[in-house]
Structures are given as structure tokens and as C-alpha cells.
T-cell receptor
Framework: QQQVKQSPQSLIVQKGGISIINCAYE??????FPWYQQFPGKGPALLIA?????SEKKEGRFTISFNKSAKQFSLHIMDSQPGDSATYFC?????????????FGDGTTLTVKP | NAGVTQTPKFQVLKTGQSMTLQCAQD?????MYWYRQDPGMGLRLIYY???????DKGEVPNGYNVSRLNKREFSLRLESAAPSQTSVYFC????????????FGSGTRLTVV
């Protein structure tokens, strides 16, 4: 049973456009929602994260929107650049759970065309 | 540089061979993890260790064993490799709480023929 569902599987955006990736979770015990960025041949790297006490978190061109009632959260990349082309993973875990074990979405491959 | 170091980066095994993937972190993290990444299937947890001396199964533990040698090192062993274990393996670590997220290694690309 997949606990974190991510969409779309792939996304093509023009330079300067907005990229939007969505995730939905099932387990209401989750209370920490990070996004990871992975370039080819590299390991995933933490990009931005949110806890459910806020509905939005912004860091530069990256914004997480969180809807607790719908159990959904999304990543918005403003002014998308070719250098943003990568695979993005959402994840969910219990913030205070020992080991902080995370469940990952299947990933979204983003291509930003020049 | 601080981080998670995995060795080897690439490996080709014949069916039935055994090998150990090594992982070490220098961030004084208590928790360590092994994930496998397959196309279209995201990252699936194989085993994790909440602290030195403890290990627990994840989502896909069959065919694997782990050892938390000390606080820094967490190894993954394939006793009898199968083609279904062809994958990219990532080690990660985190502090006691999830607030800092995971730090991942650069991965081991394993092919079993």
C-alpha cells in the first residue's frame, strides 16, 4: 500500500514558467513533509520541508503549499530554469518518531526547456 | 567534506555471488538507512538503524542483511545476488528527529547478471 502518491510522473516546462508537483498522503500521523532534488548520478538532496502547522513555506523560487484537510502538499518552482531539470521526490514522516523513517513518492522528472 | 560516503560506486555481480556495500557518515547522526531506487518505483527502504546496535526491516528486506558496525558505519550485504537486486542503492543518515531530513550518499549502481 503506497502511502505517498506523487504526480505527475514527468513534467516539461518552458524556461521562466511555473513547475507544479503534487503529493497526497494517507497516514494522518505524518507531520513532516520534505522535498528532495536529485540530479543524474547523484543522491537525493533535501530541498525544502514543511510541517503542518503552516500552510505555505517559501525558500527562494521554491514554495511548498500544504493542505492538511485534503492531506495534500505540492511543490511550486517559480521562474523555472534549465538548471532545475532533475527528479523531485516528496516524502513524509513523523517529526518526533524515533529514526524519522520517511516514506517517499515515486518521483517526478522535471525538464525545463530553454 | 562532511557527508555520507558509499563504496563501491559501481559493481557487477554474477547470480549467486555475495558482496557488501559499505556506508559511513561523519555527521554524528544516530539513524542510518539503506534504500534501493528502481525506475518508476521511487525509493524503497530496505533496512534502517535507529541507533548503534539496533537494526530493523523496511519495506523490501528479503535477500539482504545489514550490520551497524558502530555509530558511523552501516553496511548492506547481499548473500546470494539475484538479477532482481539490480538497482541503485543509497545509504542515508539523519539526526534523532526528522527536522534535518536525510543526507544521502552518492549511491552504488549494482548490476547482477
Amino acid at each position: 500500500q503506497q502511502q505517498v502518491k506523487q504526480s505527475p510522473q514527468s513534467l516539461i516546462v518552458q524556461k521562466g514558467g511555473i513547475s507544479i508537483i503534487n503529493c497526497a498522503y494517507e497516514n494522518t500521523a505524518f507531520d513532516y513533509f520534505p522535498w528532495y532534488q536529485q540530479f543524474p548520478g547523484k543522491g537525493p538532496a533535501l530541498l525544502i520541508a514543511i510541517r503542518p502547522d503552516v500552510s505555505e513555506k517559501k525558500e527562494g523560487r521554491f514554495t511548498i503549499s500544504f493542505n492538511k484537510s485534503a492531506k495534500q502538499f505540492s511543490l511550486h518552482i517559480m521562474d523555472s530554469q534549465p538548471g532545475d531539470s532533475a527528479t523531485y521526490f516528496c516524502a513524509a514522516s513523523g517529526f518526533n518518531t524515533n529514526a524519522g523513517k520517511s516514506t517517499f513518492g515515486d518521483g517526478t522528472t522535471l525538464t525545463v526547456k530553454p | 567534506n562532511a557527508g555520507v560516503t558509499q563504496t563501491p560506486k559501481f559493481q557487477v555481480l554474477k547470480t549467486g555471488q555475495s558482496m557488501t556495500l559499505q556506508c559511513a557518515q561523519d555527521m554524528n547522526h544516530n539513524s542510518m538507512y539503506w534504500y534501493r531506487q528502481d525506475p518508476g518505483m521511487g525509493l524503497r527502504l530496505i533496512y534502517y538503524s535507529a541507533s548503534e546496535g539496533t537494526t530493523d526491516k523496511g519495506e523490501v528486506p528479503n535477500g539482504y542483511n545489514v550490520s551497524r558496525l558502530n555509530k558511523r558505519e552501516f553496511s548492506l550485504r547481499l548473500e546470494s545476488a539475484a538479477p532482481s537486486q539490480t538497482s541503485v542503492y543509497f545509504c542515508a543518515s539523519s539526526s534523532d528527529r526528522a527536522s534535518g531530513g536525510y543526507t544521502f550518499g552518492s549511491g552504488t549502481r549494482l548490476t547482477v547478471v
